[in-house]
């Protein structure tokens, strides 16, 4: 099983029309539950029973020696009169928005842009995949070289960045965390149009330039709409992403300056390994995990696509 | 179908290309000179004397083999596991299978830091700790829900015909999965094996937590050891980060193709 | 399984129990090399083997909390004394060492007194000297200071008229690698000590807040103020960091005239900048503040690092055989060799066999005779404070906080 990819019918092509089929003949010939069951008691065990006991943990005062104490609500209460929590919850809905807002038209027009069959595009596409395999602490160390203040890009251009003081200003911080994390992700979201770009029928285009329609006018009138899905896909992952991000956040500013850019993932990640307070930790990574579940289901829900399957058979 | 150049999306790919390349500049170029040369040169300065000497660290081998470990390891549960629960969710009647999808969902949604405390706590009290078992678990754990959004995307693009084609055959679903919707998913696949093995390889957060010792070290630890209490190696490390993503740019150089064909289906139609 | 969680933090089993075989932890950077060796020479003579353990960079403290108290539980580790291993002794996982000195003396004798009282908790010593000091320094490029025509300043009041004089040339006067916080945290201990003498910080950790509202504590909060406004650091140093290499850069290329920083400072250069450490590199103590009540000669900065003991070991004989080491002369001649300063009594001896024989025995003069050596207040304060502390280090440098917002927040740290 590990060399899934060997494929018994190799030459079945991949469909590329994509009529609306009758609802076919139920049960038979389907895949039971045993099929999803596996996978269901793995994820289970390595991802929702370490949640059960951050629900345990949220409820008590613990900071990682002896042993925890029940605390009641006290955590609960602690987090909701703590100003720095709520800033910090803003603060993540800031960089959740700002990042769909800047990565989402970015990724569209290079996916669509990479979906040309042209060499050149080729080339310059694993280019642009780079940032993706660089790990955290490389983007760290080289995007604080190219912005280092006195010998990087903003010694070179005072007329746009001043004194260089990103790093030491609010929105200039915020800035640059929108702007690494859109280096950095833009490639995935990058191929997810790239693909989907592929995948729309060229008979809708000579259909357009028979109908005389330009280019910007195809772009909007097929092209976008012909995304609509993905674009729902990839802004589910951006906004799921964006809310719960906080390596860029460490590596970049540590939450700074003061707690500035302290989003409520890396406001965790401090309470829980710098000030090991673990049950508040586990409160506030409790209170992420539903405030990102519940905007990813709102969304799930409002794009149907947990009811895809039906859509497409139920015609 | 050949079409007149486009200008704008020219200049624009040049733009892009700047963005992206110039962090990738000061970084080739800062591996190829000394701790010395690099400080004076400054990161956007042109190297004067060239050398190979950050590019001959010896320590490494051992966190190579440990990340290609973790690595393989991780897609293969990967494969494992998640092709059967896409097919389950794409082509099961029971209400159970869709619940299970929608839990994978909202699996999406849990940051791997949030239940980072309860994992080292069971991986301890598992024997795990320290152990390279240890890390290959919740990391594939956490690489599944992704994993399961894109084969499902691309197993709903298979044409309920050809299922019924085979089902009429009287195939059982065993048949099915291996004759037509493995087959047919291979681009998905491909998609999953170079996401799973980007979260394997660039792993940071479980191996920091879960191991210890040097002989369970991971290629994102061993960068770490150019991290000193004050200060960096910047070109050793860079060096470093040049070698650890060879593989896996080779990877993807390879399944470019399938890749995006395996994109092609994400996020359904 | 809240059961479960409490049999995890309760369990203070030693690692493998029953084996032959102590665990060292420590720090993993570039001393390790000597450390193992060190390792292997026990090695050779003790039935009990020791394993050193590293735990790399930054995240040691996070790591050493969360293995301390389960079955990984090492038998000795490394630390900075004081804050860093307090809630290890409330939690009553150490060993106090009164045993080990009682049968022999020297574990305590053979260290300078300044050095071994920083892992002195409540009353008890919890540690035993290993590494190296680091002291914190002015460091200066002397052909910037000759250029503007000035000294290295030895009062609190020429250093502000120098700071003048060097911004007036277009010199940034003080690098400061205002991005990792703890640099800007170092003129805090110096300023505070120097005016209110070491008693002011000590008893805020002992859990007096009031001490933070004192005239006192205005007084070198306002001079602190003074001197940033005087446009000292520049306006950008929130965004360079010294752990990048950002700071020492601007030192070495003339960019900044003065940094202050630990002793390590030297060798970073070393090895950036050989030719500047050769030429041009001065280094010297804090200015003294006229009326201040603290000792010109105090210093601060890391005191040192310590091994302190696990109560859990099941080898305590061989833990005490191990820690004889931390005196011996091969352990003190590999320390310097790599450019670590021992406090052991017998440092002197070995000094000209150091990497920079000048530079180390000034450093050594200065730590034998300091009547107070100001542990780092990040280290001071249990690890719980360190957050709350850098931020408001941080704004009150940028501004955002004022005088008393700064002595509100201080008054808010997790006592010790």
Known sequence: MTTATAPAVDSVEKPGARERAKRPGTGVGRPGFAWAAPAAVFFGLFALVPLALVVVLSFTRWNGLGSPEFAGLENWSKLLDDPVMVKSLWLSLLLTVLGVLVQTPISILLGVWAAGHQRNRAVLSAIYFVPLLLSITAVSVLWRAVLDPNFGVPSQAKWLFGDGNLFGVQASALGVLVFVSTWQFTPLHTLLYQGAARAIPQVLYQAAQIDGAGRYRQFFHITLPQLRNTIITSTILMVVGGLTTFDTVLILTQGGPGTDTTNSAYYMYQKAFKSFDFGMASAIALLLVLVASLVSLVMVRLSGYDKMRSTMEGV | ?269 | MALSLAACGGSAASSDGGSDTIHVLVYGDATNKVEKQLVDTFNKTSKVKAVLDTIPGADYQSKLQTVISGKQAPDLFFNWGGGSIKPYVDAGLLMPLDDFIAKNPDLKSNFLPSVFNTAVVDGKPYGVPMRGTQPVLLFSNKKALQKAGVTAPRTWAELLTTVKTLKAKGVTPIALGGGDKWPTQMWFQYIYDRVAGPELFQKAVDGDKQVWASEDSKKALGMLKELIDAGAFGTNYDSVKFTDGGSPALLATGKAAFELMGSWEYSTLQDAYPDFVKSDLGYGTFPTVEGGKGDPDNLAGNTNNFYSVLKSTEHPEAVAEFLKLMYSDQFVKDQLSIGNLPTTTNTPKFLDGSANPAYSTFQYDLVKKAPAFQLSWDQAFPPAATTTLHQAIQQFFNGQMGTDAFIAAMQNLPAA
């Open chain 2, 1 to 269: 179908m050949r079409k007149r150049p486009h200008y704008l999306a020219g200049f624009g790919s040049l733009v892009w290309l700047f963005v992206v390349g110039l962090p990738l500049y000061v970084m080739l170029v800062a591996t190829f000179q000394s701790r010395a040369d690099y400080a004076a040169n400054g990161p956007l300065g042109l190297p004067k004397k060239l050398t190979f000497d950050n590019y001959l660290n010896d320590g490494f081998a051992q966190y190579f083999l440990n990340t290609v470990i973790v690595t393989v390891s991780v897609v293969a549960i990967i494969l494992l596991l998640v092709p059967p629960l896409a097919y389950a969710i794409v082509r099961s009647d029971g209400k159970a299978t869709g619940r299970v999808f929608r839990l994978f969902l909202l699996g999406l949604a849990i940051p791997s830091q949030a239940v980072i405390v309860p994992m080292f706590y069971l991986i301890n009290e598992a024997g795990l700790y320290d152990n390279l078992i240890g890390v290959i678990l919740p990391t594939a754990a956490f690489a599944m829900p992704v994993c399961v959004l894109i084969l499902t995307g691309v197993m709903r693009d298979i044409t309920p015909e050809l299922y019924e084609a085979m089902t009429v055959d009287g195939a059982a679903p065993w048949r099915i999965f291996r004759q037509l919707v493995l087959p047919l998913s291979k681009g998905g696949l491909s998609t999953v094996i170079v996401f799973s093995s980007l979260q394997a390889w660039n792993g940071f957060l479980f191996p920091l937590v879960l191991t210890q010792s040097a002989e369970n070290k991971v290629i994102t630890m061993g960068l770490y050891d150019f991290q000193t209490e004050h200060g960096v190696d910047i070109p050793g490390l860079l060096a470093a980060v040049v070698l650890s993503m060879l593989p896996i740019l080779l990877v993807y150089l390879f399944a470019r193709r399938a890749l995006i064909q395996g994109l092609m289906g994400v996020g359904g139609k």
